[in-house]
């Protein structure tokens, strides 16, 4: 893995600079999230970025909305972002095409410590979409797969249309080692698997706390009870980390949209150990 603070810093070297980009491909993965897998190879053959940065992504005439990178950072030429249409731009992104352009600023923010579970059992803890910004952690992880003990997934999701990457998840499971444990709010005649909500995956597993690294991303009320329960089974407050998120419009520290107490979303985080943000975690954005 290269070095993740010069990385950082050389990701903001024009930071305000946005690049077009062509749409090579857009994948549906349930009603109203979508994958969009963009052609960056002409941005000096490849836009690199660290697991958990995200880039401004713009509709020309629309407007610009964060979005995590979802692929794998070894692949560079082309990114992935995996969008929820809730507003404006978002419903923009939804309407284009295969071969449409768009402007791309980035990678910004801080990224997932993959480093510092090195030797160690890492639990990733992921609802709805928040299992994209982890993805590119997985793609990493699996790729060096030696260098951790157990890797768990606990996943959960709305209701099993509302799943993400199933396919890949199972590939993992089956071909990586890594531990996919996967619930839904609500059922269907199809699902055969667990009901109920994210933390009450913790009752299937046994963490040797000392030893795990935790990454939590979802919505605030999921990490807030998954984080109470990594705690109550043991694991440091120092090894586990969460992406926090807020309306952003500047993304490099300027505009003070993103802030959140004392720390800008967009440069801080969006990951911050937990330590950094528990007591912010119920700040409402300005
Ligand atoms: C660091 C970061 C990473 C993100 N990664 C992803 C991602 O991978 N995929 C994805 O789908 N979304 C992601 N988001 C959220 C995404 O930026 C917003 O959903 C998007 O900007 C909404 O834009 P819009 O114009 O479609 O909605 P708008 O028309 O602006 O708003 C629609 C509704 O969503 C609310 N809203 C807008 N932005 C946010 C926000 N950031 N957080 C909470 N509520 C918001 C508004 O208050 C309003 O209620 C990320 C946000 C941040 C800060």
């Known amino acids: ?25 857009i994948v549906w993965e349930n009603d109203d999230t979508f994958t969009l897998t963009l052609d960056t190879s002409g941005l000096n053959g490849g836009l690199t970025f660290l ?22 950072p070894a692949r560079s030429a082309t990114l992935d972002h995996t969008i929820h249409r809730v507003g404006t731009v978002t419903t923009a992104l939804a309407q284009l095409k295969r071969g449409d352009v768009i402007g791309i600023r980035g990678p910004y923010g801080s990224s997932w410590p993959v480093s510092a579970a090195e030797g160690k059992d890492v639990c990733i803890v992921s609802g709805g979409i928040g299992l994209a910004p982890l993805r ?38 089956n071909e990586s080692d890594v531990e996919t444990l996967v619930t839904v709010d609500r059922g269907d005649s199809s699902w055969k698997g667990h009901i109920g909500v994210v933390t009450s995956l913790f009752n299937y597993i046994k963490l040797d706390a000392r030893d795990t ?15 109470d329960e990594l705690e109550r089974r043991g694991v440091p407050v120092e090894q586990v980390y969460v992406s926090m998120e807020r309306n952003m419009k500047c993304a490099v520290g ?8 004392p720390t800008f979303i967009c440069k801080d985080g969006p990951v911050y150990p937990l330590g950094r943000v528990r007591h912010l975690m119920d700040m409402k954005e300005l």
């Open 1 to 25: 893995m290269r070095d993740e603070t010069a990385h950082h810093e050389a990701a903001l070297a024009d930071p305000m600079l946005t690049h077009p980009v062509a749409i090579r491909r």
């Open 51 to 72: 697991p958990g940065q995200f880039n401004m992504l713009y509709v020309f005439g629309v407007g610009e909305s964060a979005i995590s990178i979802s692929s794998d």
């Open 136 to 173: 590119p952690v997985i793609y990493s992880m699996v790729r060096q797969r030696q260098k951790y003990r157990r890797i768990i997934v606990l996943y959960g999701g709305r209701s099993p249309l509302d799943l993400l990457y199933r396919v890949e998840l199972e590939r993992w499971a």
């Open 213 to 227: 690294v935790a990454y939590v991303c979802g919505p605030e009320i999921m990490m807030k009870f998954s984080v």
């Open 254 to 261: 300027f505009c003070g949209h993103c802030q959140m107490g």
